[in-house]
């Protein structure tokens, strides 16, 4: 199969990044199904698209129209067999956890098309490992977004073991079709490029406030200002959801070592359930006015 045979893609999971590039598959033109494991999620995650894509259109980004074609090419399922009955590529983001993703990837088997492709949205998770619960390792590799999918450019397709690489040459040609710049990571290894740099960078943020040395303001005046980065520390982390870092450094921490402990800001704000944005409560809170600091 090459990217020219893919017509229809279906996303697993409906949330932050799951509709994000659901978005984008439709923007490219593919037929999306967008699925999750209850309506309510799955309606969360398409009302998500159309806000979006109005916004896109509000901002002159695109035309109302295409806005609207894109909305068109989605639909929405909670049953799994009927979601990828005509899947080519099926992208699975669902949460960062190998339990959750090995259960689905268990169940995607049996009810997905001999020749679809499975591209995974982990942020960090063992590709190799996860392919081997499939029949289809070599039609198996990572496809990682960054947020929000619609306006970052980058997508790492990461090889595992037993990719093939017209999986990876597919994965790449398609992430181009929709617009993206695909850079390929040969070496599955935690957090693969991106998280194994950035991730790191949050969690020492919040090891410098955790000592008292810096406060989260200061801390993020120099990330955002001084270092360039479009958000400060503090505010990816409650962007992106400071369980998404978290989960990503437990599990660079179990594989790589003690330099990458999570702070234990981190764990208390994931135990608090303040999540970031998402939540509407993180490092800042977002109900209580734009992004103030919560004490
Ligand atoms: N769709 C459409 N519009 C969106 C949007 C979306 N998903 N998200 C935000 N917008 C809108 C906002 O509502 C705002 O509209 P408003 O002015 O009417 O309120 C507008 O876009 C802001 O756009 P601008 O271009 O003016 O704003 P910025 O220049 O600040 O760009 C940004 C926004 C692109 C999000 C920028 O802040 C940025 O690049 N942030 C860093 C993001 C980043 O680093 N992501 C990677 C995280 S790591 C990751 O995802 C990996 C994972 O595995 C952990």
């Known amino acids: ?30 037929d999306v199904v967008l699925r999750d494991i209850e309506d309510e999620f799955v309606q969360q995650g398409y009302d998500k698209i159309e806000w979006s894509l109005n916004k896109l259109a509000e901002k002159d980004r695109l035309s109302q129209e295409d806005a609207d074609a ?15 009955a005509d899947a080519d590529v099926v992208i699975e983001a669902v949460p960062e956890k190998m339990a959750i993703k090995k259960e689905v990837y268990t169940e995607l088997e049996e009810h997905a098309p001999d020749h679809a492709v499975f591209a995974t949205n982990t942020s960090s998770l063992s590709i190799t490992e996860l392919s081997e619960v499939t029949a289809r ?23 595992g073991a037993h990719t093939a690489d017209e999986t990876l040459d597919l994965v790449e040609d398609l992430a181009e079709s929709m617009g993206k710049t695909p850079v390929r990571v040969r070496k599955d290894s935690p957090g693969f490029i ?72 981190l764990s208390e704000k994931v135990e608090a359930g303040d999540l970031g944005q998402k939540t ?15 004490p």
């Open 1 to 30: 199969m090459n990217v020219d045979d893919v017509d229809s893609i279906t996303v697993l999971g409906a949330g932050n990044m799951g509709h994000g590039i659901a978005e984008v598959a439709a923007l490219a033109g593919y």
């Open 280 to 294: 509407g409560r993180g490092f800042y809170d977002y109900e209580d006015g734009e992004g103030a600091e919560v």
């Open 137 to 159: 390792p070599e039609r198996f590799c990572g496809m990682h977004f960054f947020n929000p999918p619609v306006r970052m450019d980058l997508v790492e397709v990461i090889s």
């Open 194 to 265: 991106v998280n194994r740099i950035l991730v790191p960078l949050m969690n020492e943020a919040a090891w410098i406030v955790h000592a008292g040395d810096a406060t989260m303001a200061e801390v993020d005046s120099t990330t955002k200002y001084d270092m360039g980065l479009p958000m400060g520390s503090f505010e990816l982390a409650d962007y992106v959801g400071i369980d998404v870092g978290y989960h990503v450094l437990e599990y660079m921490h179990e594989v790589l070592g003690d330099a990458y402990e999570p702070c234990p800001l």
């Open 70 to 84: 894109a909305l068109a090419r989605v639909s929405t399922a909670v049953d799994l067999a009927e979601a990828v």
